[in-house]
């Protein structure tokens, strides 16, 4: 036997006894290696679901952009607090809408009322839209006047950063400005918030006492047939706040009664007496002037401004009810401010005797329905 012929047979041996035991795997390995290697599938991705958001309609912004006239600064963000509807307002400019295809001059105003909502009462500032269907801006003035304001002022509406600007429909924004042709004007206001502070206590106030001015010579106007008076006098006990009637009170005894009251000192009777005759004075004066204007611009009208003025209408609109809004149904009034006076329709309102019509047609249904029973 040649040398190392044995050791390259045991070693041959022992390889053979490793391969036997071990076989399955062996072979398996070698089965698999002679595949050709397989792709993994690729994941799809899942889709996310689509998101809707619903269309801006054409005027959902109209009411916010209008300027609510004589409404406290401090209580505007409680204005805005709830997300009223005024899609009335936005169908009156619809086909068949009252303002359809009218030029339209809006202001706005608030109503503080007690309110019922979730179960409690409320002090809610109410919105609401006045529209003037008018070829013509209504007017270029403000009327600032309140108890506490002695004189009434009638002012241009810029001095207060006031006035009539066209309104942009959404559909329209992307537009050239100069180049539409606009029908809905706002009354706006620039005057900023933040800038209150470097004003003057009066004239801040001055907002709160605004009031959209307008003028028909057509209509006598209230202070034409007024005979009362307002009485702010600097009294040496307390200023004295009252109203007095040249036709209906007589100036001794009106007198007499506020020494009785202890409201006036004796020492201060004639004092007091001359002051309300100079502003019975101011007050006839004034009266007479109006009935001299209201003549004066009655003549010099040409006949297109008289159509113009007789083809006037205000319309009032309050928020429509919503789930997540006060209940104001019982608190709405077709009177606009003392200027205005009353709108000619009030849209969202219900008087008493719709509201009783309602109930008898109610009422009616139920008893034929027992009847036929």
């Known amino acids: 036997m040649r040398k190392g012929a044995k050791r390259k047979r045991i070693q041959k041996d022992n390889n053979e006894d490793e391969d036997a035991a071990v076989p399955a795997q062996d072979n398996h390995k070698t089965t698999e290696s002679t595949k050709p290697p397989t792709r993994a599938k690729p994941v799809k991705a899942s889709k996310p679901e689509p998101e809707y958001f619903e269309d801006k309609r054409n005027l959902e912004d109209l009411w916010k952009e209008i300027f609510p006239v004589g409404t406290e600064w401090d209580q505007l963000d409680k204005v805005y607090g709830f997300n009223w509807n ?73 001095q207060m950063k006031m006035d009539w600007v066209p309104y942009i429909p959404l559909e329209n924004r992307e537009s050239q400005v100069d180049r539409l042709r606009h029908q809905i004007f706002i009354l706006s206001c620039t005057q900023r918030r933040a800038a209150l502070k470097h004003l003057k206590i009066d004239r801040i106030k001055k907002y709160e006492y605004c009031l959209p001015y307008f003028y028909n010579p057509f209509k006598e106007d209230e202070l034409e047939q007024s005979t009362e008076v307002q009485i702010i006098f ?17 100036l001794e005894e009106f007198t007499d009664k506020l020494i009785q009251e202890d409201e006036l000192s004796e020492d201060q009777k004639d004092a007091f007496k001359e002051f309300v005759k100079e502003k019975v004075r101011e007050a006839k004066k004034a009266n007479r002037e109006a009935r001299e204007a209201r003549r004066k611009a009655l003549e010099e009208m040409s006949e297109e401004s008289r159509r113009a003025f007789e083809k006037l209408r205000f319309y009032k609109f309050y928020p429509v009810q919503t789930p997540d809004t006060p209940d104001i149904s019982n608190v709405k009034a077709s009177f606009i401010n003392r200027y205005y006076g009353k709108a000619h329709e009030c849209i969202g309102f219900r008087s008493k005797f719709d509201r009783w019509s309602e109930d008898l047609s109610k009422m009616k249904s139920y008893w034929s329905v027992k009847v036929n029973l």
């Open 86 to 158: 005024f899609s009335n307002l936005e169908n009156a400019f619809e086909e068949g809408g009252v303002l359809h295809g009218r030029k339209v001059y809006l202001f706005g105003c608030t109503e503080p009322q007690l309110v019922p909502f979730k179960d409690d009462s409320l002090l809610i500032y109410i919105p609401a839209v006045v529209a003037v269907a008018s070829p013509f801006p209504p007017s270029d003035k403000i009327g600032i006047k309140s108890v506490q304001r002695e004189v009434e002022e009638i002012i241009p509406m810029k």
């Open 234 to 250: 600097p009294s040496e006990l307390k200023p004295i706040f009252c109203e007095f009637d040249w036709e209906l009170d007589e």
